[in-house]
């Protein structure tokens, strides 16, 4: 399921040299400790739960509410387990801009060399990227895709788009766990500081439109472009996202016709096809409801908003002999715990219970 959606300011340029080589190695030692203490499976559940995905850049120094959070912790996260993928069972593909195309090949090496089943892997990537960027409506255009997947073929993904009109940015959260469809409520916890409006139509209020839709897949696309000028000559209705140059059909007349020629069985499938993007999924919703009177949902699916502090020099500028020392602590313990030295690991597993405590 989408376990989350963060807001967050668009703000350029990159860590310094210095910051991101102790992100690299105490994220390294993070997560070793995490799947040490309790498996692959928690280490994705953390990393899909945009509260603790935040907290952990507050630890890592960076920005508590920049854009640059996002992309430059899972790019420290990456790096700092290069080499040990095979050893921990965990596995990073993916990044920001050209990286993140590269996700799918990245996928299917790694599964190649563990004799992994990468299909579904590498469908959940698509399928996750597909959603944020055409279902949901948002005005954010996706630039990072990060996919995280362990040997036993559960997975998160951790992506974001830039509104370069507001400056600002949203970072969404998945999690394999508990998947039924792509298509339904994939939320779980959203995180933002704005509330937009926009087409969403992976919400329960969508399910007609979803259904109405998949029919209109099936018609000859003559009959789209037909419906569809009326909708240019209506500028109907007011509330739904229609851009302020009218629809150019002549453009969606290709995709029209490709959707009829596969005859996808399910929203899902429609969603799919190679081709199928925002425009297409907005004018099909258009035609939708003037014709069937279903009208989608257009509420935005954030839901909370949170904050914390680091590198700008906000709650403190950051302490490099303490982060040092923080780095050197874990990992002595880790080595420890795993010659045996389980009192350590239990001293440390038991700040757990401070999670819960209210700061």
């Known amino acids: 399921m989408r376990t989350g959606i963060a807001h967050l300011p668009l703000h350029y340029g990159k860590a310094p040299s210095w910051l991101f080589q102790r992100m690299k190695q105490l994220s390294r030692e993070v997560i070793l400790f995490i799947i040490d203490a309790y498996g692959t499976e928690e280490m994705l559940s953390r990393l899909s739960d945009p509260f603790w995905f935040q907290a952990f850049g507050c630890v890592l120094g960076f920005d508590w509410h920049s854009s640059g959070v996002t ?10 387990i290069r080499g040990m993928e095979r050893e921990l069972g965990f596995y990073i593909a993916g990044g920001k801009g050209r990286a993140s195309r590269k996700t799918p090949q990245e996928i299917e090496e790694v599964c190649n060399q563990r004799s992994i089943n990468g299909t579904a892997l590498i469908y959940a ?11 949901v409506q948002d005005g954010y255009q996706i630039y990072h895709h990060c996919f995280f997947f362990t040997s036993m073929g559960d997975w998160a993904v951790i992506q974001q788009g830039m509104n370069e009109e507001t400056r600002y940015a949203r970072r969404y959260h998945w999690l394999s766990t508990g998947v039924k469809d792509f298509v339904c409520e994939p939320h779980w916890a959203v995180c933002c500081d704005q509330r937009n409006k926009g087409l969403n139509l992976v919400a329960l209020a969508s399910e007609k439109s979803r259904q109405t839709i998949t029919e209109l897949s099936h018609e000859k696309p003559e009959f789209l472009i037909t419906e569809g000028k009326k909708i240019n000559e209506l500028y109907l209705p007011m509330e739904h996202p229609i851009p302020r140059e009218k629809i150019r059909l002549e453009r969606l007349e290709k995709i029209f016709l490709q959707i009829y020629e596969h005859s996808p069985k399910n929203f899902e499938q429609l969603l799919g096809l190679q081709g199928v993007g925002p425009k297409s999924l907005r004018a099909l919703s258009l035609i939708s409801e003037l014709i069937h009177g279903v009208r989608p949902s257009f509420s935005d699916p954030t839901r909370f908003s949170f904050a914390h502090g680091g590198k700008d020099g906000h709650p403190y500028p950051v302490d490099r002999q303490t982060y040092d020392t923080t780095i050197e602590v874990l990992k002595r313990a880790i080595e420890r715990a795993r010659v045996g030295d389980g009192e350590k690991m239990e001293a440390i597993r038991r700040l757990r219970r401070f999670e819960s405590i209210d700061l």
């Not at 992309?71 to 700092?80: D, F, S």
């Not at 990537?125 to 279902?135: E, L, Q, T, Y």
Request: charged share 25%; with cysteine.
């Open 125 to 135: 990537s698509r399928m996750s990227a597909k959603v944020d960027s055409a279902a």
């Open 71 to 80: 992309t430059t912790v899972c790019g420290a996260l990456k790096e700092g």
